[in-house]
């Protein structure tokens, strides 16, 4: 049996040979094609996150916080591992909340106080809810969640998907209680839940 | 399970076109969740896989049959640089020392887009003649286990769907892969397309493979040795084999095939929907094909179309495909046929809270005719026949959700009708899954599938050999059919359990136990007389038989699935012990005529327990996926299986202990695949497949399989 030769594993750096060669006529038309539309803007299908991450970014228009909370630096907190957080980071770039800078600070969920103004809780910690919402009670933060019936067990606002759709599922009363006030905008976009 | 992340690649442009939407439309955008399609499949009751366009193109795979090595419990051996056996979970080389064509894969469904691609010859997928390529994929799904209540016929141990790509965007679509490397492998791919609105887009795409083999030489059963540029082969009966030139006009080419599709679909009412697609495609490859009692490979071409109608209007789903062609399985004179294959399919859902119930009917036709090709009176074709597969098929998929839907139990039921034999089996799949909480879930299927019968064991007529006795009186030994065989059926109980074990892991575990009995093969049976005119012929049958052996396979497979921020990990293995009860390593019935028949036949065995050494018993791999740096991506993948022995039916009929047995060294077989983005959709990649270099063939005195370093691009406006 013939062992093959090293000649032939290289064959295709023979770069001079290719052009000459009839199979790669096909080729040299593919890539006149890649180099007509290479800086051509196109897009990709959505992932949820893209969109997730606007939608909190539009919930400071909608929300208001009570005036100690309308000084220094906008914070938007993330509680576990996301793809969130990069999404967030990347869109939030060059925008602000009034004349405010806006950060993205992450936390463990065992963290003892929530310094910010929105908390999101990635659905990795969703087992978490409970106690979080129970050590911020009365803080004057929004907590966002993303998994079915967080909204009952202390979230503000609830991502859930439905039927390839986001959905808000909004508890006023635990909005209310942490002393924001949602504009009825955003109230008639949800689903409102007790 | 497959879990694809691929948020580190967010398109900014999009994310502009965002922040121009109201809150309002922002909830109106149709989104893919990554984490929703993982939750499908960690509900899925039965053993399920799916790869994407995304996995498969990270991985630099260069063809649909070498991304199969990505899924979990699939055996991918190569044969010859491009073409291989692919068998799932094994039942491989059964019964073994049996020509190639009854031992290669004809128990696992192929399937684009639903439309069968099963070639009814002698059953099986000939994957060179897929009209599509990597570029027409979105995915692929696998399903492991008998699965004939649900796919029809012929997923006598799974069903590979491979499901085509459509445009997403209004405009313009072009999508182009080529990439070429060692041993004058050359892939491209190229699709165009323009999607005019939500209800209309259209897709035109085509692909064109040549590679050359690794090596020049042909292995030679009789003489058990290779040869290169042979002048002559010794055949089974030690005649000479001398149209070499004939039989092998390209012996440097392993393949060489292009094609061409069409995809319409148009969708001009919600819930209403239409897709079309047709196409044809050239053919030609050295691999093994069939039995050619000389060689293991045949140079075997095709030369097929086809067209698929899709409607789904409300509830109800109609399919219509026809394929057909002209193949020939050897370059020999009298391996080529020409063939017709029309399916329809009509399914209605409906459901009603925790309850659905999906009714359908099926019928399928496959017509085969190689007398244009054969001398009717010398019977020298391939099975000197027309022959017609018909299946009917009466089916009903019920699902019910039940304890807050945690409990769901899922049952299929199909009564197929054949034509041979004629008669109808029932196929079962009864499934239940019950979710221990969101992160764990338990399952259990117990399913039974028969196998349709082929062209070849109900028709053939074939006259193998004559020689004179005496005076006026003649042996002919000849193949032939019959039309009653029992159709092989596979009974499978199987239990897994899935888990998101941390955040970060993900965990699938399948345990199976699978018996399938009626196997067929040529059997030397009793020989009759014939009267001629004035010569007499004693014919000595060789018949499609049904073999009493009972196939018995347990094993089981354990995925996991890492998925961090830039690093995803999917590393899968499987462990399969197979039996044979009543099997006996011969091929003549007890009163055929050959010496000591009525001691050593294939009935010889019965009692006995035999283990099937031709499948591995361990095989998996792993797939690691590093995103270096935003526009750097790095993978590496690993293909292993352990050692096996295959049996050719050269064995039996050499019967010396060494010719026809050839024992596979295990194998490790890693690759990697760098890509470099310079701008969005644009990708440049280079491939190194078989890094260890591990030369060794993986089928039986098949080809080498050394090095190989691919480069390409791969471009998506």
Redesign the interface.
């Known amino acids: 049996m013939k062992t093959p030769k090293l000649s032939r594993i290289f064959s295709f750096i023979r770069l001079p040979q290719w052009i000459f060669f009839k199979r790669l006529r096909p080729l040299v038309l593919l890539f006149g094609l890649v180099l007509l539309n290479t800086f051509t803007a196109h897009a990709q299908q959505p992932a949820d996150y893209a969109i997730q991450a606007n939608i909190i970014y539009r919930f400071t228009k909608y929300i208001d916080w009570p005036e100690n909370k309308k000084t220094g630096d906008f914070i938007i907190g993330i509680v576990g591992d996301s793809p969130l957080t990069d999404e967030l980071k990347s869109f939030i770039a060059n925008k602000t909340v009034g004349n405010r800078k806006i950060v993205i600070k992450t936390f463990p969920s065992s963290a003892e106080a929530y310094p910010c103004h929105i908390l999101f809780i990635s659905e990795d910690e969703s087992s978490s809810l409970k106690k979080i919402a129970a050590r911020t009670s009365g803080n004057s933060l929004l907590l966002v969640s993303e998994s079915e019936g967080l909204a009952q067990k202390g979230s503000c606002i609830n991502f859930v998907i439905v039927a390839d759709h986001l959905k808000l599922e909004i508890n006023k009363n635990n909005i209310e209680e942490r002393n924001l006030n949602i504009a009825s905008e955003l109230l008639q976009l949800g689903k409102l839940v007790k | 399970m497959t879990v694809t992340?691929?948020?580190?690649?967010?398109?900014?442009?999009?994310?502009a076109?965002?922040?121009d939407?109201s809150?309002?439309d922002?909830?109106?955008?149709?989104?893919?969740?990554?984490?929703?399609k993982a939750e499908l499949l960690f509900d899925a009751p039965l053993s399920a896989s799916v790869i994407t366009r995304e996995d498969i193109r990270r991985a630099g795979s260069t063809s649909i049959m070498e991304a199969l090595r990505l899924v979990p419990g699939m055996i991918v051996r190569e044969q010859s640089n491009g073409n291989y056996d692919i068998h799932l979970r094994g039942m491989d080389n059964v019964p073994p020392n049996a020509p190639f064509d009854i031992t290669s894969n004809t128990t696992t469904l192929v399937m684009i887009d639903n439309r069968p691609v099963y070639n009814y010859l002698r059953g099986g997928t000939f994957w060179e003649t897929l009209p599509i390529d990597l570029n027409d994929v979105e995915k692929i799904e696998v399903v492991r286990g008998p699965a004939a209540a649900l796919y029809g016929p012929n997923a006598v141990n799974g069903v590979i769907n491979i499901i085509t790509r459509q445009a997403?965007?209004d405009g313009l679509y072009?999508v182009?892969n080529?990439q070429?490397?060692?041993?004058?492998?050359?892939v491209?791919n190229?699709s165009a397309g323009y999607r005019f609105n939500k209800k209309l887009n259209i897709i035109a795409s085509?692909n064109?493979q040549?590679r050359d083999r690794?090596?020049?030489?042909y292995f030679e059963f009789n003489r058990n040795r290779?040869f290169?540029y042979p002048s002559y082969f010794l055949n089974f009966q030690g005649d000479t084999i001398h149209n070499i030139d004939q039989r092998y006009p390209d012996k440097a080419m392993s393949m060489d095939k292009y094609a061409g599709n069409l995809f319409v679909n148009y969708e001009p009412a919600e819930k209403t929907k239409f897709n079309i697609s047709m196409g044809a495609q050239r053919s030609t490859v050295q691999r093994v094909s069939t039995e050619n009692e000389a060689t293991p490979l045949s140079t075997a071409s095709s030369s097929t179309h086809y067209a698929d109608l899709r409607a789904t209007v409300k509830s109800f789903t109609a399919q219509l495909s026809y394929n057909g062609g002209t193949q020939a399985t050897d370059a020999d004179p009298g391996r080529k046929y020409d063939f017709s294959i029309t399916n329809a399919n009509l399914e209605y859902n409906f459901s009603k809270g925790n309850f659905s119930i999906k009714p359908g009917l099926s019928y399928s036709t496959a017509i085969y005719d190689d007398r244009k090709y054969s001398d009717l009176v010398l019977k020298n074709g391939l099975f000197n026949a027309r022959g017609n597969i018909i299946t009917k098929s009466a089916s009903i998929r019920a699902e019910y959700k039940l304890l807050n839907n945690r409990l769901r139990l899922v049952a299929g039921f199909a009564s197929n009708t054949f034509n041979h034999p004629d008669s109808t089996y029932i196929s079962y799949q009864l499934a239940t899954t019950y979710k221990i909480s969101k992160k764990h879930l338990l399952r259990a299927v117990y399913s039974r599938a028969p196998r349709s019968s082929n062209i070849f064991d109900s028709y053939v007529t074939k006259t193998v050999a004559i020689f004179p006795e005496s005076n006026n009186r003649y042996v002919r030994e000849g193949l032939e059919g019959d039309a009653n065989l029992k159709l092989l059926t596979a009974d499978m109980f199987e239990a897994g359990y899935r888990g998101n074990i941390t955040?970060?892991w993900d965990i699938d575990v399948e345990v199976f136990d699978i018996r399938a009995r009626n196997y067929t093969t040529p059997v030397l049976s009793r020989a009759y007389t014939e009267l001629n005119g004035a010569d007499t012929i004693d014919v000595w049958p060789i018949r499609a038989t049904n073999l009493p052996a009972i196939l018995h396979q347990r094993g089981f497979t354990v995925s996991l699935t890492w998925s961090g921020?830039k690093l995803q990990a999917k590393p899968f293995i499987t462990w399969q012990h197979t039996t044979a009860k009543n099997y006996a390593p011969y091929i003549n019935s007890a009163d055929a005529p050959a010496p000591y028949a009525a001691q050593a036949n294939i009935y010889s065995g019965m009692g006995s327990t035999t283990s099937i050494k031709s499948t591995p018993a361990l095989f998996g791999g792993a797939s690691v996926n590093y995103a270096l740096l935003p526009k750097l991506n790095l993978n590496m993948t690993a293909y292993y299986y352990s050692s096996q022995t295959y049996y050719h039916v050269s064995n039996i009929i050499f019967n010396d202990g060494v010719r026809g047995i050839d024992t596979i060294k295990a194998k490790l077989i890693l690759n990697a695949s760098v890509s470099y983005m310079p701008?969005?959709?644009?990708h440049f990649f280079c491939s190194g497949k078989n890094l260890l270099g591990n030369?060794s063939r993986e089928f039986f005195h098949t080809d080498?399989v050394?090095?190989?370093?691919?480069?390409g691009?791969n471009?998506?406006?």
């Open positions: 992340h691929c948020y580190s690649q967010q398109d900014s442009t999009k994310m076109a965002y922040a939407l809150l309002k922002l909830l109106n955008v149709k989104i893919v969740s990554a984490s929703k997403t965007k072009l182009a080529m070429q490397g060692s041993n004058l492998t050359y491209n190229i085509g064109y040549a690794t090596q020049l030489s290779a290169e955040k970060k921020k701008a969005k959709g644009l030369q080498a050394p090095f190989m370093l691919l480069a691009i471009y998506e406006f």
